[in-house]
């Protein structure tokens, strides 16, 4: 298996844009959780999904961010309008066991910067 | 919500000396414990976990200790290689929280 394929790897993009960001679970996960990895805070968990359907968002900083999941192998984290302060990595990770219990696999991440 | 505490931040062992990092957790509903090891560049990666029906696991260089009553659970890497330089992260359920990071540096 290819494990958890994310992209792009690296964002750039000017304050105010549309940052549309692309994970592809490992097939056969039931749950994909999106992360946001930054210096000053750390590993975050803004969302995760369990069989497609959204269980906890409460981790999702504003409503500027948004996240879907339309079928088991694709899922998309949209920041609409971007701001400096986004800039981060963000990993996609997939689970075999469904909700929070069990064990994550990672994506290489997405470097985003927004200037 | 659950809050985990990890220390220390930074490590720096000498190759072939034993690390240990340390991790505190408040929700004693909490009952999955892993460690993820993440390398410059990479997405963080499980190199073992634990359940809170045991209080020792162990896998060739690495093992992790878990005591619920005292709400702690420790990394123990032993033998120490250059490869084990990296970010380590603790973590617990319910809810996944993760811990702030150890940066270990393996000094040859």
């Known amino acids: 298996d290819a494990g958890v394929i994310q992209s792009p790897r690296h964002e750039v993009t000017e304050m105010g844009q549309e940052v549309t960001l692309r994970c592809k679970p490992i097939?056969?996960?039931?749950?994909l959780f999106w992360y946001r990895q930054t210096m000053m805070r750390g590993l975050e968990l803004l969302i995760y999904?369990?069989?497609?359907?959204?269980?906890?968002d409460s981790g999702m900083p504003e409503d500027r961010f948004s996240a879907k999941m339309p079928n088991a192998s694709f899922s998309t984290l949209k920041i609409q309008p971007s701001e400096p302060r986004d800039s981060a990595v963000y990993f996609c990770?997939?689970?075999?066991?469904?909700?929070?219990?069990?064990?994550?696999?990672f994506g290489s991440g997405t470097q985003l910067s927004v200037l | 919500g659950e809050n985990v505490e990890q220390h220390p931040s930074t490590l720096s062992v000498q190759e072939g000396d034993s690390a240990v990092i340390k991790c505190t957790y408040s929700?004693?509903?909490?009952?999955?414990f892993p460690w993820y090891k993440q390398e410059l560049g990479k997405g963080p990666q499980l190199i073992i976990d634990?359940?809170?029906?045991?209080g020792e696991k162990k896998d060739q260089r690495i093992a992790v200790t878990l005591n619920k009553t005292a709400k702690h659970f420790s990394l123990h890497i032993t033998e120490t290689q250059p490869e084990d330089s990296a970010v380590y992260f603790c973590?617990?359920?319910?809810?996944?929280?993760f811990g702030q990071g150890t940066r270990l540096t393996i000094n040859p």
């Open positions: 999904f369990n069989n497609n359907v959204p269980i906890d």
């Open positions: 990770a997939s689970s075999p066991s469904p909700g929070q219990g069990g064990k994550l696999f």
């Open positions: 929700d004693s509903a909490s009952n999955y």
């Open positions: 973590a617990a359920a319910q809810k996944l929280v």
């Open positions: 634990i359940r809170s029906n045991v």
């Open positions: 097939s056969g996960h039931n749950s």
